[in-house]
């Protein structure tokens, strides 16, 4: 009779078979996933990265990477195997006009994409857990028929578990077919710019500020000989506008609003005051000759403000709950941030574009007498958290061939000799101060100085002004 084989080798086996059945299927696909590389697409005038990555989950969202935020789609996919889509830049502006126009195809061409993404990833897949058999088996024991045979098994498992992964991700990418744009991955109908029957300035503008309550110069002196909309909005003769204009003795028209966002006061109309404030946008592309769009937006979409008054009276403010609050609402801002982005590429005549990141308004160590106590520790979350904020502001910028302007305000903060903020006391807290405009102007005026950031391959030529 034959010999039984030992306790050690069924032991051996056991592990072979359960190395095999699980472990390894389960690495080569969390390896393929990190080395097969992304499926470019490019669609309405943009280019976009396709790839995918693991989750512990049986289902949920994919991601859509926005200027380095991770917002989550509201497709849902079943499966470990969940879809990332990477928005890169602007490659074409007359093909971005043309979408913009009519919105068509984006949906079919991510869905193409995607699965000519997981088919290479299955190959790869099945490569990875051939290797992976091979060497597991070559360390256990040293008999080439196993390794073939553990070859041949892993490959197989492997590859029948990343296709059903893949198979689950497939019903979800169906879905993605009827998507016309960006925005309805996340949700939500693009922006559109709300008519207005006002009467543009009859005058030309070489230059045009639109933006909210930093644009408008809250908190300074209000204008010579202000309208009802002027007050309403607070904009001011010390304005970074009005600096601009008296610095290049030229046409400069502030648009600008206290308490404008993206959503009401750019595209659409915003009520301050009691004063209904036409769409900035829809005033900008009605004025002629424009050379110059200055934008300073995204404080009041993110409640900058009130947020860090808040942060500096309150015993802390790097909680979990302060984080998630600003998470959700930079990533709202972000999907609006495009739609902008969008319609400021396609403006008549093609005018250069300046996006103003915010200025840091404490000091890394503050050194404040008085209430409230600001301390270094909330200085360093506010500071890192306007970070985080500003990096999605140039990036969008960047991405789309503007020009993206960061302030200085170092050694001019708040409790400086020579602040260029207003203090806590003042007409609007944490606002710049004349002075502080003028250091925006002058951030302003040095990048026109420089030649514009070339417009992306394809773009559309100016129309003459």
Same mark, same amino acid.
């Given at each position: 009779m034959g010999q039984r084989p030992s306790l050690s080798r069924i032991v051996t086996i056991v592990?072979?078979?359960?190395?095999?059945?699980?472990?390894?299927?389960?690495?080569?696909?969390?390896?393929?996933?990190?080395?097969?590389? *992304?499926?470019?697409?490019?669609? @309405?005038?943009?280019?976009? /990265?396709?790839?995918? $990555?693991? #989750?512990?989950?049986?289902?949920?969202?994919?991601?859509?990477?926005?200027?380095?935020?991770?917002?989550?789609?509201?497709?849902?996919?079943?499966?470990?195997?969940?879809?990332?889509?990477?928005?890169?830049?602007?490659?074409?502006?007359?093909?971005?006009? *043309?979408?913009?126009?009519?919105? @068509?195809?984006?949906?079919? /061409?991510?869905?193409? $994409?995607? #699965?000519?993404?997981?088919?290479?990833?299955?190959?790869?897949?099945?490569l990875v857990a051939a290797v992976l058999a091979a060497l597991s088996l070559a360390v256990l024991r040293r008999r080439w028929q196993l390794i073939i045979g553990g070859v041949v098994v892993a490959a197989v498992v492997a590859g029948g578990s990343d296709a059903l992964a893949i198979n689950s991700a497939a019903q979800g990418l169906q879905q993605l077919s009827q998507v016309r744009t960006l925005d309805q991955l996340v949700g939500r109908a693009p922006l559109a710019v709300y008519p207005t029957s006002h009467r543009a300035p009859s005058a030309t503008a070489s230059t045009v500020v639109i933006g909210d309550s930093t644009a408008a110069g809250a908190g300074n002196p209000p204008l010579a000989k202000p309208t009802m909309e002027d007050t309403a909005c607070r904009r001011s003769r010390d304005s970074y506008a009005a600096d601009i204009a008296a610095v290049n003795n030229s046409s400069v028209i502030n648009l600008a609003c206290t308490n404008a966002s993206i959503e009401q006061g750019l595209f659409g109309p915003e009520e301050i005051n009691d004063v209904l404030v036409p769409s900035q946008l829809a005033r900008l592309e009605a004025l002629q000759g424009v050379k110059t769009v200055i934008v300073s937006i995204g404080a009041n979409e993110m409640d900058w403000t009130q947020f860090m008054e808040l942060c500096l009276v309150s015993p802390q403010c790097d909680d979990s709950a302060s984080a998630a609050w600003f998470s959700q609402a930079l990533d709202s801002f972000t999907v609006d941030y495009y739609d902008l982005l969008q319609r400021l590429a396609t403006l008549p005549g093609l005018p250069r574009v300046i996006v103003n990141e915010y200025y840091d308004p404490l000091p890394a160590e503050p050194d404040c007498t008085g209430e409230p106590a600001i301390t270094t520790a909330k200085s360093k979350v506010l500071l890192n958290r306007l970070t985080t904020f500003n990096t999605v502001l140039a990036d969008g910028a960047e991405s789309f061939g503007f020009d993206a302007v960061a302030p200085s305000f170092a050694g001019h903060e708040l409790c400086t000799q020579q602040s260029f903020v207003q203090g806590l006391d003042d007409a609007a807290p944490l606002h710049p101060n004349a002075a502080g405009e003028i250091a925006i102007a002058l951030a302003d005026e040095e990048a026109l100085l420089n030649p514009a950031p070339p417009r992306p391959t394809g773009a559309a030529t100016p129309t003459p002004s």
């Open positions: 592990l072979v078979v359960v190395g095999l059945a699980l472990v390894i299927p389960l690495a080569s696909i969390e390896v393929s996933l990190l080395i097969s590389p *992304a499926q470019n697409v490019e669609a @309405g005038g943009q280019s976009l /990265a396709l790839s995918a $990555g693991p #989750s512990a989950s049986t289902s949920g969202s994919g991601t859509l990477e926005l200027f380095g935020q991770s917002i989550p789609t509201t497709q849902q996919f079943s499966g470990p195997i969940r879809p990332i889509l990477l928005w890169a830049e602007v490659t074409h502006y007359d093909e971005l006009l *043309a979408a913009l126009k009519q919105p @068509g195809h984006l949906g079919q /061409a991510i869905r193409d $994409g995607w #699965s000519t993404y997981f088919v290479r990833q299955l190959l790869v897949t099945v």
